[in-house]
Nanobody, 124 residues
């Protein structure tokens, strides 16, 4: 199983980026797929996820209203549309997936599979 993240880059504050994470080797349509990020010197933190087969979404408070997560089950891909980016959004963004729904979706330990990360840099 592989998760391939893409879409990171350098953007000015207020700008937008769209991240994509394509999964291969197995489908995750019944499980959680999400994004975490890690800023320099900080721990990895939850950003957003799509939950289980129902597809409900959850967001960290710091990104709610600015970021939108979506999943295309036919393509086995999860997307993160990031609008209104701020310098504090800078970091490496990792996609994560698991075969099953987990209530503790904001805990990195709830995910068995991780992408390689894509760097997002927001300049002020």
């Amino acid at each position: 199983v592989q998760l391939q993240a893409s879409g990171g880059g350098l953007v000015q504050a207020g700008g937008s980026l769209r991240l994509a994470c394509a999964a291969s080797g197995r489908t995750f349509s019944s499980g959680n797929m999400g994004w975490f990020r890690q800023a320099p010197g900080k721990e990895r933190e939850f950003v957003a996820c799509v939950l289980g087969s129902v597809g409900n979404t959850a967001y960290a408070g710091s990104v709610k209203g600015r970021f939108t997560i979506s999943r295309d089950n036919a393509k086995n891909t999860v997307y993160l549309q990031m609008n209104g980016l701020k310098p504090e959004d800078t970091g490496i963004y990792y996609c994560a997936a698991d075969h099953f729904y987990a209530a503790s979706y904001d805990n990195p330990r709830s995910y068995d599979y991780w992408g390689q990360g894509t760097l997002v840099t927001v300049s002020s």
